[in-house]
């Protein structure tokens, strides 16, 4: 159909690809998402893929895939422009960077490019800190900790490990990270936990401040008893080749570092004119998830800024929000389309604080349910790690539909059994 209603939808996170998925077989709208990998991971596993305990080539979605299953158009390519005026995006693509820009055509917009780390400036972080804010990056960590890893079963060395930010990546990094070397240690170097030398690094007085006070501290003494170093109240001033300065004037000596603090949106946001932009950088949307000042761009998640009427405080940014926002705007846009087309007015989306839950690897975890999710209450150890997996699995059931996300578990679980717990490949 020619008078098709053109989305487009940039970024293949959470939000994106379950919008993307949701729309595709949309008769009224011709779907393309656009997202510069060409697979798709559940952000929240970052972590495990860094430290090597799980593979990424088992748990990844391919867009070429999932658009052909689901009625939707997969464009790979990176976002440097949206022209407003033209109703157009600029895309770079990869294989072809010495071609001009691709440029797409939009009727409605959907960002959901979530976001990055922020070094707040700190000299030295962009040169000698990793991050682990998509799949490549988390990929090149793991194969830097491979090359010190060997070295280290080779010649006995230490490998010394620095993460800055005790938000839930770094203290699920830092937990997953301790249980690989735990692991390795069986192949043949048992005293290999005893030469890693690893250090978790926050500037505020407390570990996951997010969380109650209760689980801060429990999360601390776990990681203590694992040989972690827990430095709280400690700002990192710069970091060079072999580690970080401090502003008290000490250091943390690291052969790998990792910056996993702060919170920013992309910076082709601030590229994009005339939109109203929060101090993070995520573009301000009201209740209707449309931006302030364009009805035709809509953002989600990590990149967007929405004030939630009930609390007054914002929404956070984090899977649960990006899919609570995307199952909400996937209806709202099928009865726009056939109401008034995509200019027709979207009902208000509501976030609903289901908890939050931070996994140690197999050592340890908290839950805490929102009022939504059982009235509320607490979860600990096993209960709060099976239910940091059964979010995983509640995504991948609404990627895939039961069928096929049945099988994908059946084959998690097969794979699990016969590849070894932990690769240096």
Same mark, same amino acid.
């Given at each position: ?6 989305? #487009?939808? +940039?970024?293949?996170? %959470? ?38 305990? =799980? ?13 052909? &299953? ?11 422009? #949206? ?63 491979? &090359? ?5 079963? /080779? ?6 490990? =620095? ?6 990546? !770094? +203290?699920?990094?830092? $937990? ?9 240690? /069986? ?29 801060? $501290? ?5 990681? $203590? ?59 301000? +949307? ?28 914002? #929404?956070?940014?984090? *899977? ?40 140690? $690897?197999?050592?340890?975890?908290? !839950?805490?349910?929102? /009022? ?14 099976? =239910?940091?997996?059964?979010?995983? &699995? ?15 578990? *059946?084959?998690?679980?097969?794979? /699990?059994? %016969? ?7």
């Amino acid at each position: 159909m020619a008078d098709r209603v053109r989305i #487009v939808v +940039v970024g293949g996170g %959470v939000a994106g690809l379950e919008v993307a998925t949701g729309l595709g077989r949309e008769s009224r709208a011709a779907v393309t998402l656009v997202d510069r990998g060409l697979s798709h991971v559940w952000k929240p596993m970052l972590h495990t893929f860094a430290a090597g305990t =799980a593979r990424p080539d088992r748990q990844t979605v391919d867009f070429f895939a999932q658009a052909k &299953r689901n009625g939707f158009h997969f464009q790979p390519g990176t976002l440097t422009a #949206v022209d407003r005026a033209a109703k157009t995006i600029s895309l770079v693509v990869e294989e072809a960077e010495s071609r001009p820009p691709l440029t797409l055509p939009y009727d409605l917009l959907v960002l959901a490019i979530g976001s990055r780390a922020n070094d707040f400036g700190t000299p030295g972080v962009e040169e000698h800190c990793s991050t682990i804010d998509d799949l490549p990056e988390a990929e090149d960590f793991h194969a830097a900790l491979r &090359r010190h890893l060997l070295r280290s079963f /080779r010649g006995g060395d230490e490998l010394s490990v =620095a993460i800055v930010g005790g938000g839930a990546t !770094g +203290v699920e990094l830092a $937990a997953e990270l301790q249980h690989a070397i735990d692991l390795l240690a /069986r192949y043949g170097s048992p005293d290999l936990p005893r030469r890693l030398r690893l250090s978790l690094i926050e500037s505020g007085p407390r570990l996951l401040p997010a969380f109650p006070e209760r689980v801060s $501290a429990a999360a601390a003494k776990t990681l $203590a008893g694992l040989g972690v170093e827990v430095m709280t109240g400690t700002m990192v001033t710069a970091a060079d080749e072999t580690g970080f300065a401090l502003k008290d004037g000490g250091r943390v000596e690291a052969t790998l570092k990792v910056w996993a603090a702060g919170v920013k949106a992309p910076d082709v946001l601030s590229r994009i004119d005339g939109l109203e932009r929060a101090r993070t950088g995520g573009l301000v +949307v009201g209740s209707d998830l449309r931006t302030t000042r364009d009805p035709a761009i809509l953002a989600l998640g990590d990149c967007a800024s929405l004030t939630d009427p009930a609390t007054a405080r914002p #929404v956070p940014a984090t *899977a649960q929000a990006a899919h609570q926002q995307a199952q909400h705007l996937v209806p709202a846009l099928r009865r726009a389309l056939t109401e008034g087309g995509v200019a027709a007015t979207l009902p208000p989306f509501h976030y609903r604080e289901r908890g939050a839950i931070v996994s140690l $690897a197999d050592f340890n975890g908290w !839950g805490t349910l929102g /009022r939504y999710t059982f009235g509320g209450g607490r979860l600990n150890g096993l209960f709060a790690r099976l =239910a940091h997996d059964l979010l995983y &699995r509640q995504h991948q059931l609404g990627l895939f539909g039961p069928g096929l996300a049945l099988a994908t578990w *059946a084959a998690d679980e097969l794979d /699990r059994r %016969v590849s070894p717990p932990v690769r240096l490949d």
